[in-house]
């Protein structure tokens, strides 16, 4: 006979997972639907700002608009020089092109950073709990799935600081800008002075440079929740759910080298020919929190932003392959499905898709070595492109986000029954990746009728190589009741290719049921 108080009770269970399932799913698509929208428009466009603009709070503006909403341009237009009657740009053009591409290398390798993988310590066969050689390595995965109808769930955080980007010292680094060149102006007022072939001169002031001393401090708290659930012995699927802190500033000193006649020179008051065209503004603009002014020709800039945003959604599908006889050897195929959910103009998100196939061996014994290889496909980003517009109305540019190859190799092992421990190689290609180097820049060849010292200064210059990353991973997993697993880490980088941080710890907590 039905039992109808069982149907109500099924019907309004099967209502309520409904009701998870579309709520999960719209939280997904909304997700999606803002980061699209995001980024129809300029976040930070320096060429369009007024003396009442203000900076923008997303943190791939804190960069560009560390001088200014406008850069470093005039007052007029949201920057901290002086006003003058010739001209208004200035030393906006150079000083985007030398610091963007930093603020695009941060924002690239941000949005890889690694995941504490959803390896089980815990393994199922025919329902029942197996004896664990070992309870699995933390940043990499072993072959093993978890077992049919079998879920794991855990939540991890972890903290990153970088403090170099290539062989560039983000704690201390110098940068140099030109200023924009004024074709045609020397024939429009022939009193100003001038340099260069009759036709094709050059007023004297465009050879004036900002020479700079900056830091930039990039803090990264991440939390991750994952999940992994048997579909069948040996296929299992999982998601993960980082939900990320970003805090980002950008100090830097800025001091403008001459080449006019002093304001000594007879005859000289300002905005007149023959004085000094650039210096900064007295008092600091209003609209430019945090800079102090210290002389007409040097100032210091901070600007620094924060956000808390859910990151990048990550699928994994994993099937094993092949077990060999004694089912100690396994080999694993799956793929990873990485959806653009993450603000990427908030360094939360890469700002789109990633397709990463890839492949896993491991072998079942009191040491069990393992290893494994990945290859991320990854689409055209923001975060590659260029934020910086001319127009609130400009659209920004993308480019393709660099490709990932990844490998690693290494060993878990049971100390105790209750004790784990994993040591992993971990090994990143970012392939065609936007790189930098410190370079010189010397105004020796600039033209100087005043006499004014000539000099050397440290900037920086841009380079596209393959960014090949070295990793260790040390880690411990410790057992204090049945199925529940407590699981420190640290990953330490070997070397400056591409963002570097600090020894990055991981504390995390599972449980299988």
């Known amino acids: ?159 990153f600081e970088f403090d170099r980007a290539d062989d560039v010292n983000l704690k201390n680094f110098g940068a140099v800008y030109t200023h924009e060149l004024e074709p045609g102006i020397c024939a429009t007022i022939p009193s100003l002075p001038c340099f260069g072939p009759v ?36 296929l299992d699927v999982s998601v993960a759910i980082p939900l990320i802190d970003v805090r980002m500033t950008m100090d830097s000193s800025a001091n403008i080298i001459s080449f006019e006649a002093p304001s000594t020179a007879p005859g000289c008051t300002t905005g007149t020919t023959g004085c000094i065209e650039h210096y900064f503004n007295d008092p600091a603009p209003a609209n430019i929190p945090g800079e102090t002014f210290n002389s007409s020709s040097s100032a210091s800039f901070v600007n620094n932003n924060s956000s808390f945003g859910i990151g990048d959604l990550r699928l994994r599908g994993k099937y094993v392959a092949w077990h060999s006889a004694k089912e100690k050897s396994a080999i694993a195929v799956g793929l990873d499905l990485r959806l653009p959910t993450g603000n990427a103009y908030n360094f939360q998100g890469s700002g789109t898709y990633g397709v990463r196939p890839f492949a896993i061996y ?76 410190t370079t010189s820049y010397s105004d020796v060849g600039a033209f100087n009728p005043y006499n004014t010292p000539v000099g050397s200064y440290q900037t920086i210059t841009t380079f596209t190589s393959t960014a090949n990353q070295a990793n260790i991973s040390l880690g411990a997993k410790v057992r204090p009741l049945a199925r529940l697993l407590v699981t420190g880490n640290v990953l330490f980088r070997l070397n400056d290719a591409g963002l570097h941080f600090k020894p990055s710890p991981l504390l995390g907590v599972s449980y299988t049921f």
């Open 362 to 437: 491991s072998y079942s014994a009191r040491v069990s070595p393992h290893a494994s290889f990945a290859f991320e496909k990854n689409g055209s980003s923001v975060l590659a492109g260029t934020v910086t517009g001319t127009t609130t109305s400009t659209a920004v540019s993308t480019a393709q986000l660099p490709n990932v190859v990844s490998y690693a190799g290494g060993a878990d092992g049971s100390v105790t029954h209750w004790l784990g421990l994993s040591a992993d190689y971990i090994g990143v290609s970012l392939l065609n990746e936007p790189r930098f180097k």
């Open 199 to 234: 036709g094709n001169q050059e007023p004297v002031y465009t050879q004036d440079i900002v020479t700079t001393q900056n830091r930039i401090d990039v803090k990264v708290n991440q939390v991750t929740i994952v999940g992994t659930y048997g579909i069948l012995h040996n």
């Open 1 to 159: 006979m039905f039992d109808t108080t069982t149907a109500v009770n099924l019907g309004a269970q099967f209502t309520w997972r409904d009701r998870m399932s579309r709520l999960w799913v719209l939280i997904v698509l909304s997700q999606l639907a803002l980061a699209g929208s995001a980024f129809a428009q300029s976040p930070c466009p320096t060429g369009y700002q007024t003396a009442t603009s203000s900076r923008s709070s997303d943190l791939v503006c804190t960069v560009p608009q560390v001088y200014g909403p406008g850069g470093l341009v005039g007052t007029g237009f949201g920057g901290p020089l002086a006003p003058t009657y010739r001209h208004n740009v200035h030393f906006q053009q150079t000083s985007i092109s030398s610091l963007v591409p930093i603020n695009a290398e941060i924002g690239v390798q941000l949005s890889q950073l690694p995941l504490a993988s959803p390896v089980a310590g815990f393994i199922f066969e025919n329902g029942v709990l197996q004896e664990a050689y070992s309870f699995g390595p933390v940043l990499t995965d072993r072959a093993e799935t978890i077992g049919k109808r079998r879920i794991f769930v855990g939540v991890s955080y972890q903290y």
